[in-house]
């Protein structure tokens, strides 16, 4: 299994306050994403990064903030949390410009957040 | 991206062939065909992807027909293990997002 890790697995917070979720790897890998998945709606995509400090929107991204100042982690930032962003949230790295390699993505386990 | 289209649901015998379809009768000349599945409560695992010819890695066989307008994900001997629900994207292998649309439920029963 890639090497990723997402920190808090779990979190309940309440509506106005800020939240970071923080993606890890160790897999020295270009890409990663943030997704968000509800029922009803699959996975979507939040953003993603290329590179450090480069990063991009995805399709909905509306309330979430990102960051990525050094290679193996990248934050996903909700500024005031509303009881919408209650979802689960997978981080995904990509093997993506590695010789050889393909756009496959390795996803992480998921952090469940709640949001009263 | 190209869309899929996949049934919402399929059931296989354990130790039996498991064979998921998948239609992307728009396809691009350079989009590849990948396939993904989720294990209830866990982020979703890559099984394989390919272009235009058969592919077989230790987990799944990937059959594409020749007119790249559909594909068959094989699980050759599925267990109970392989029931989640399996995803069939079309990429452009461009590092950028995969789009998931609903799957199929597959659930292997004894």
């Known amino acids: 299994d890639a090497g990723i890790t997402q920190s808090p697995r779990h979190k309940v917070t309440e509506t106005g306050t800020p939240v970071t979720l923080r993606c890890h790897q160790t897999?020295?890998?270009?890409?990663m994403y943030w997704y968000r998945q509800d029922p009803g709606h699959g996975l979507r995509l939040i953003h993603y990064s290329y590179g450090v400090k480069d990063t991009d929107k995805g399709e909905v991204s509306d309330g979430y903030s990102v960051s990525r100042s050094k290679t193996e982690d990248f934050l996903l930032t909700l500024e005031s949390a509303t009881s919408s962003q209650t979802s689960v949230y997978f981080c995904?790295?990509?093997?993506?410009?590695?010789?050889?390699?393909?756009?496959?993505?390795?996803f992480g386990p998921g952090t469940r957040l709640t949001v009263l | 991206d190209a869309k899929t289209t996949q049934p919402p649901s399929m059931d296989c015998a354990e130790g039996r062939a498991a064979n998921l379809p998948c239609n992307h009768s728009?396809?691009?000349?350079?989009?590849?065909v990948y396939w993904y599945r989720q294990i209830h409560s866990q982020g979703p695992q890559y099984i394989i992807h390919?272009?235009?010819n058969n592919e077989t890695n230790e987990m799944a066989s990937l059959i594409i027909t020749e007119d790249r307008k559909s594909s068959t994900l094989i699980l050759p001997h599925a267990t109970l293990r392989d029931t989640a629900v399996y995803y069939c994207i079309v990429n452009d292998n461009q590092g950028g997002k995969l789009i998931f649309g609903q799957g199929t439920e597959l659930s292997v029963k004894p």
């Open positions: 728009t396809i691009s000349g350079n989009e590849y």
């Open positions: 390919g272009l235009k």
């Open positions: 995904a790295i990509s093997s993506f410009g590695t010789r050889g390699r393909g756009n496959e993505q390795f």
């Open positions: 897999e020295n890998h270009r890409y």
